[in-house]
């Protein structure tokens, strides 16, 4: 049984390539690859919304990056899960879309890698004309995936080593690893203020939060113009820079780049701001987790105006033998200052014991097991003017269940949290 599915896979996919090569052939768009270890929706979403300012765009839906998820998202097709039926009216939308779907300029695509290989078999079919890294650190380091940071950044690079002469890397200088690469092939660089005592070529400074979002100063060349961006968290700049010269490149202005970037939404459940219960503000991250990223929510967490602050985190998954260090680590990163800490799962028991070493009162931690125990509680706790924060891995987590039981309209769940298609109901 388990065989025939895995040829039925293998089938689907070599069909789905043979169709992506026809698209390609016959509409021959310009191709935006992004890669990182965190970051990438929402880097691809604000890379289409300068493009879409001048040029006909095409992206890829939600994430779909994987190597039948390229794919379909070169085809414009979701995916069908487990669902045969679904599956044949994919396979038949997808033949239409390559022979007779509508023709653009762009294509952004997420180029995801869980392993070694992976972005090596993803540019095999689908190669960019333009590359872009956002971020490398330390993640899916469970047995079979990668054994170290190095490892990952050698893999997330391979997007960068098949461009060709007239290709473009498009890199992250506040990223050691990925900054080793500026000088070994042709590449623009971004930054908050540089690397080292050379500039990148196109940084922010004077960062500051502001009631609707965040302020910077843009720099490029000679230029330097004043910006805001209706999103919360200074370190979201990073999303925007490398947006911001992929417009430049192809002939948007960084006036016009930046008046694009005013219609930007973080995709969902990637530190959205939802209405809670109770007159309470909810910061939902719930799609996923790593390290560096739960550290940089608890920071925002902490500088967000409110009267409490809570936070709900949950395991953070693929870390391997590194799992409890990495627990411990972000447990140490949180301050007396938190009114409230919320682990959820059994890795994340290790985030409320660090906490507890670093000084945060037993009373101010619960640690619970699943995330209907954490909305349980928290609907008992919520006061008015409550800042709660969300951040937690996918599988055998998934807080956007609490997220979804505490926000002031549920009905609402649909559009602003993630995984809410029927098929994601009954996984765990």
């Given amino acids: ?40 929706t929402s880097t691809k979403q604000a890379i289409y919304e300068v493009l879409k300012s001048r040029w006909r765009v095409s992206q890829s839906k939600k994430s779909l990056n994987t190597e039948i998820g390229l794919l379909l998202a070169v085809l414009e097709q979701p995916s069908g899960f487990s669902s045969p039926l679904r599956w ?47 971020h490398v650190s330390r993640v899916h380091q469970a047995e079979g995936q990668f054994k170290s940071e190095k490892d990952v950044f050698e893999e997330k690079a391979k997007l960068t080593e098949c461009l060709d002469k007239s290709g473009v890397a498009i890199l992250n200088m506040d990223d050691k690893l990925i900054g080793t690469l500026n000088g070994k092939l042709a590449a623009k660089t971004f930054g908050f203020s540089g690397a080292g005592n050379t500039k990148a070529d196109i940084f922010a400074n004077n960062l500051s939060h502001e009631k609707n979002g965040i302020a910077a100063e843009i720099h490029i060349g000679d230029a330097a113009v004043a910006a805001n961006f209706p999103i919360a968290g200074t370190f979201h700049i990073n999303l925007f820079l490398p947006a911001l010269m992929v417009g430049i490149l192809n002939g948007i202005s960084l006036e016009d780049g930046i008046e694009a970037l005013q219609s930007f939404n973080l995709p969902p459940s990637r530190m959205s701001l939802i209405e809670g219960k109770n007159g309470s503000t909810l910061i939902d991250s719930s799609y996923n987790a790593s ?46 200052w938190l ?6 799962g059994e890795s994340a028991k290790s985030i409320a014991d660090s906490a507890l070493k670093n000084g945060l009162p037993k009373s101010k931690i619960k640690a619970l097991i699943d995330p209907q125990a954490a909305a349980q509680l928290l609907e008992t706790e919520i006061k008015e003017g409550d800042i709660i924060l969300f951040k937690g891995s996918q599988n055998k987590v998934r807080l956007e269940r609490a997220v979804k039981k505490i926000m002031a309209h549920p009905e609402n769940a649909k559009e602003l949290l993630c995984r809410q298609e029927p098929e994601w109901e009954e996984i765990i």
């Fill in 1 to 40: 049984m388990q065989f025939g599915k895995q040829f039925l896979r293998v089938r689907v996919q070599k069909f789905l390539e043979a169709l992506v090569k026809i698209k390609l052939r016959r509409i021959n768009p310009k191709i935006i690859g992004v890669t990182g270890s965190f970051g990438k």
């Fill in 339 to 344: 009114d409230l800490l919320i682990t959820v």
């Fill in 88 to 134: 044949g009216r994919i396979l038949f939308s997808a033949c239409f879309n390559a022979f007779f779907g509508r023709k653009y300029d762009f294509l952004v695509l997420e180029y995801g890698a869980d392993k070694p290989g992976d972005i090596q078999h993803l540019i095999a079919v689908v190669k960019p004309n333009v590359a872009v890294i956002t």
């Fill in 291 to 336: 390290p560096e990223t739960v550290k940089q929510a608890i920071n925002l967490l902490k500088e967000f105006p409110g009267k409490r602050k809570i936070a709900v985190l949950g395991n953070m998954n693929e870390l391997g033998n590194y799992s409890e260090a990495a627990h411990k680590d972000v447990g140490q990163s949180i301050g007396s």
